[in-house]
């Protein structure tokens, strides 16, 4: 089977080779999947794509003319593609549903101590040939922190353990707690938690149209003063101008993500300027540095990861190929929307309409 693999960097290539166990015939095109590139995939039999691939209607209609049925892709989530078009299509869509939780963890970590020991500001002000012991330096130590984990899967409780180690108090706010996150947080309301802790980090997943902006400007007035907020999760979870206007007004100590709402025009792209940067509220985050820190969505840009995202993409192609099917966790589905309930009270009577 030859299978068109997008986005795959050029660090990636030795690894897409080392792991291919079932002896796939690779094609593998750098470029994210877009509307030019798509005929890339005209000699294959499969696809394979990532986060912020362009996966919509025109695409999926381009490979189901080549022959293509399976448009997989080496991402958990799975908003980059149309879902209602691929099911029209008769595509079928799988991903991976985790990789090592570590990857992003580390990063979420990695914010939040450089944003709470204001490394950032340090180490800026050093190249600027100041040695100056600035009072914005001045910490608390990290034994002595409030973590606040806002989601704890995975990756929000080994972030949790993570701090733990380093004798924080570490709480979480999640809906259904784990027991392995019960090991290292201790579970309190979302109030509670955002009043509190001196570090919140976002490790939600994001639903289209159900929780977008979730971090607002009630969010941020919610927290902490001082407080530093990390978004490792999804850039549309973010508010920015909210984030940006809590950090002017320094209610937010800092601010660190890795992700950021319109990141199918930024990340993946190198720009001349700040100017040229296609998202205002992004280029008015960059204006805030040190004190916001934005990473290019590296999160789960390491070995470990990356073993487990392009090992299970192949499992997926091998077990479709083998049993016409994936693992149901794999297996991605379109969902139709619920009807909306028009909910009519007349004379104490409650009348559900449309449903």
């Known amino acids: 089977m030859?299978?068109?693999?997008?986005?795959?960097?050029?660090?990636?290539?030795?690894?897409?080779?080392?792991?291919?166990?079932?002896?796939?015939?690779?094609?593998?095109?750098?470029?994210?999947?877009?509307?030019?590139?798509?005929?890339?995939?005209?000699?294959c039999d499969a696809v394979l794509v990532r986060g912020n691939c362009l996966c919509d209607r025109t695409n999926l209609k381009k490979f189901k003319s080549y022959g293509i049925n399976?448009?997989?892709?080496?991402?958990?989530?799975?908003?980059?593609?149309?879902?209602?078009?691929?099911?029209?299509?008769?595509?079928?869509?799988?991903r991976v549903?985790?990789?090592?939780?570590?990857?992003?963890?580390?990063?979420?970590?990695?914010?939040?101590?450089?944003?709470?020991?204001?490394?950032?500001?340090?180490?800026?002000h050093v190249h600027e040939q100041d040695?100056?012991?600035?009072?914005?330096?001045?910490?608390?130590?990290?034994?002595r922190l409030k973590v606040g984990i806002y989601g704890a899967g995975k990756i929000g409780a080994v972030e949790g353990k993570m701090w733990k180690g380093l004798?924080?108090?570490?709480?979480?706010?999640?809906?259904?707690?784990?027991?392995?996150?019960?090991?290292?947080?201790?579970f309190v309301s979302e109030e509670e938690l955002l009043a509190t802790c001196d570090i919140v980090s976002v490790h939600v997943p994001y639903f289209p149209g159900k929780n977008?902006?979730?971090?607002?400007?009630?969010?941020?007035?919610?927290?902490?003063?001082?407080?530093?907020?990390?978004?490792?999760?999804?850039?549309?979870?973010?508010?920015?101008?909210?984030?940006?206007?809590?950090?002017?007004s320094g209610h937010l100590g800092g601010y660190g993500a890795d992700v950021v709402t319109s990141e199918k025009k930024i990340m993946g792209h190198q720009f001349a300027n700040q100017?040229?940067?296609?998202?205002?509220?992004?280029?008015?985050?960059?204006?805030?540095?040190?004190?916001?820190?934005l990473t290019p969505h590296m999160g789960s840009f390491t070995e470990p990861a990356l073993e487990d995202m392009i090992t299970l993409s192949y499992n997926n192609f091998h077990n479709m190929e083998a049993e016409g099917t994936v693992d149901q966790r794999n297996k991605v589905e379109y969902k139709a929307p619920a009807p909306k309930?028009?909910?009519?009270v007349s004379s104490g009577a409650t009348e559900k309409v449309g449903a």
Not at 131 to 143: K, Q, R, S
């Open 97 to 124: 549903p985790n990789y090592s939780p570590y990857a992003v963890a580390n990063l979420a970590f990695t914010l939040g101590v450089t944003l709470s020991r204001h490394v950032g500001e340090a180490v800026y």
């Open 275 to 293: 100017a040229q940067v296609p998202d205002h509220d992004v280029q008015e985050l960059m204006d805030l540095y040190p004190r916001v820190l």
């Open 70 to 94: 399976w448009v997989f892709t080496r991402s958990v989530g799975v908003d980059h593609y149309d879902l209602k078009a691929a099911k029209e299509l008769g595509i079928s869509v799988a």
């Open 341 to 344: 309930i028009k909910v009519e």
């Open 2 to 43: 030859r299978i068109a693999c997008y986005g795959v960097r050029p660090l990636e290539r030795s690894y897409f080779k080392k792991l291919n166990k079932y002896g796939y015939d690779l094609k593998l095109i750098g470029e994210y999947l877009n509307r030019d590139n798509a005929a890339e995939a005209a000699d």
């Open 131 to 143: 040695f100056g012991m600035h009072p914005d330096y001045f910490a608390t130590e990290f034994n």
């Open 167 to 186: 004798g924080s108090q570490v709480y979480a706010y999640d809906p259904y707690p784990s027991d392995f996150a019960k090991q290292y947080c201790e």
């Open 212 to 248: 977008d902006g979730l971090i607002n400007e009630d969010f941020i007035k919610s927290m902490k003063p001082g407080a530093v907020l990390i978004n490792t999760a999804r850039g549309e979870l973010a508010n920015e101008a909210a984030v940006a206007a809590g950090i002017k």
